[in-house]
């Protein structure tokens, strides 16, 4: 089945640091990645679509500027969260659809942060 | 893309077959039905999906009803390894349209 990569899988760093996030999909092209946020006992919250060669969406209420997302290729996008804070701290997951194919959305196995 | 509810939480007894519940009344014709699963500290992992008919694989089946507006998820066999939450998701088929994750239902599978 279609895998998709996240790395890395948990990340420590000090509060005004910046970090960044990679999500690959090893074996299919993604045109569009979906990057979510989930705190402890909730639900996964989209923050953002990610496609390919344009702008990414951001849902309502998340900062662009603090959340950059990239998606220069069919098999990359990466999240980075700049001058992170202890309220950033949470676990990050993509998700990917194969381009033409896309009845499933396979997702990474998530990114720890933890800011201190 | 329509809401879906959930329990919010289920137990089951292991060997015996765990029957978590969806209601999504406001689905349209053109959304499908999905269930995903999340084990604490991963990704979520996809089990099935279906429109209208009902559908089977490894995992599980999924039981539509003829109106739609509600399904069942089936694990015919639980085990221990089957404690997560499952989430119940409406949407397109297509890659680009939005995933929105309802609360889930966490099912406890018990000795």
Redesign the interface.
């Known amino acids: 089945g279609a895998v998709v990569s996240q790395h890395p899988s948990w990340v420590i760093c000090k509060s005004g640091t910046s970090v960044k996030i990679e999500c690959r999909s090893l074996d299919f092209q993604a045109t569009t990645m979906f990057w979510y946020r989930q705190f402890p006992k909730q639900s996964l919250m989209l923050m953002a679509t990610s496609n390919e060669g344009s702008k990414a969406t951001y849902e309502q209420g998340v900062e662009k500027d603090k959340f950059l997302i990239n998606h220069a290729s069919l098999t990359l996008s990466t999240l980075t969260v700049t001058s992170a804070h202890p309220e950033d701290s949470s676990f990050y997951i993509c998700s990917a659809s194969r381009t033409g194919g896309g009845e499933k959305l396979f997702f990474g196995s998530g990114t720890q942060l933890s800011v201190l | 893309d329509a809401k879906t509810t959930q329990p919010p939480s289920m137990d089951c007894a292991e060997g015996r077959a765990a029957n978590l519940p969806c209601n999504h009344s406001t689905i349209s014709g053109n959304e499908y039905v999905?269930w995903?699963r999340?084990i604490h500290?991963?990704?979520?992992?996809?089990i099935i999906?279906g429109l209208k008919n009902n559908e089977t694989n490894e995992m599980a089946s999924l039981i539509i009803t003829e109106d739609r507006k509600s399904s069942t998820l089936i694990l015919p066999h639980a085990t221990l390894r089957d404690t997560a939450?499952y989430?119940c998701i409406v949407r397109r088929?297509?890659?680009?349209?939005?995933?929105?994750?309802?609360?889930?239902t966490r099912l406890f599978v018990k000795a």
């Open positions: 999905y995903y999340q500290s991963q990704g979520p992992q996809y999906h939450v989430y088929n297509t890659g680009g349209f939005k995933t929105i994750f309802g609360a889930g």
